[in-house]
């Protein structure tokens, strides 16, 4: 995953200079780089549409709201800038006998500090230096509220983006990947030859997900284009028993 330890205000205004929010509005949902992605928080923070007003701090740079900016104190992997979620969390329980984490690791505890609706989304640890608003911590369940079930007409769809805290009708994640425990899963060879990754031999959020491109949605590392990214693991096709499944 690339490390952004670059994102001072001036790079990304430079990024920004011939792209206004509404033309990176317009490349949304697909854009290939993450200032044209709904990743990019600045879009809907600078939305001055009267239910937009006050829900997102406008920090002025794209990699803040995950990764920290320059003088920080923060160390680890990626900066990374989020508060860690503190769950619990309900794991997913459908039989499978791959062993299981009790709770959430790696990035797919990242991904969760926005997408399980506990933290705000501007809830970062370092704000950089030259902001000086409000944090309004509106989480994104308030996005998968209003921008669901093609409401409102014309914006984004964000249903399902939303998991809760309870992932039990959620992909398995923090599961060790081990096609000998259940039948119907080919070698973690084939998988990472397909194109996904495993994280110290597990499936984690970002297995199947590149949080930096909507090259292809959402936020897919391969298409999923006739199940197609679903059959790298799985020698059949899967059950749609999950909410987790596009």
Same mark, same amino acid.
């Given at each position: #995953?690339?490390?952004? !330890?670059?994102?001072?205000? +001036?790079?990304?205004? @430079?990024?920004? %200079? ?26 809907? @923070?600078?939305? !001055? ?13 794209? *990699?803040?709201? *995950?990764?920290?900016?320059?003088? !920080? ?8 800038? /989020? ?13 499978? %006998?791959?062993? #299981?984490? @009790? ?6 505890? /990242? ?19 030259? &902001?000086? =608003?409000?944090?309004?911590?509106? +989480? ?20 399902? $983006? ?18 000998? %425990?259940?039948? =119907?899963?080919?070698?973690? $060879?084939?998988?990472?030859? @397909?194109?996904? /990754?495993? &994280? ?5 959020? #970002? !297995? *199947? ?9 959402? &936020? ?11 059959? $790298? ?9 999950? %909410?987790?499944?596009?």
């Amino acid at each position: #995953m690339p490390r952004f !330890t670059s994102c001072s205000g +001036s790079l990304f205004l @430079a990024i920004l %200079a011939g792209a206004t929010p509404t033309s990176l509005r317009a490349q949304w949902p697909n854009g290939l780089s993450i200032q044209a992605t709904p990743h990019n928080l600045t879009i809907p @923070a600078q939305n !001055t549409d009267k239910d937009m007003i006050e829900r997102i701090a406008n920090y002025g740079e794209i *990699c803040v709201y *995950c990764h920290s900016p320059h003088g !920080t104190t923060l160390q680890g992997e990626q900066l990374w800038n /989020r508060p860690t979620p503190s769950g619990p969390y309900r794991m997913y329980d459908g039989g499978t %006998a791959m062993p #299981m984490d @009790a709770q959430p690791t790696g990035n797919s505890l /990242r991904c969760l500090s926005c997408h399980d609706g506990t933290i705000g989304l501007d809830g970062v640890i370092d704000s950089p230096n030259s &902001f000086q =608003g409000i944090r309004w911590g509106e +989480s994104i369940e308030r996005c998968d509220n209003c921008h669901s079930g093609g409401n409102p007409p014309g914006g984004i769809d964000w249903e399902g $983006v939303w998991f809760d805290t309870d992932l039990r009708k959620q992909h398995p994640i923090s599961i060790l990947y081990d096609p000998l %425990a259940t039948p =119907g899963f080919r070698t973690a $060879v084939e998988v990472e030859a @397909a194109g996904l /990754r495993l &994280f110290s031999g597990k499936v984690q959020c #970002m !297995t *199947c997900h590149e949080p930096h491109s909507q090259q292809f949605r959402p &936020f897919l590392r391969i298409s999923n284009a006739n199940r197609q990214l679903c059959l $790298v693991c799985h020698t059949s096709n899967p059950s749609e028993s999950t %909410a987790h499944f596009w």
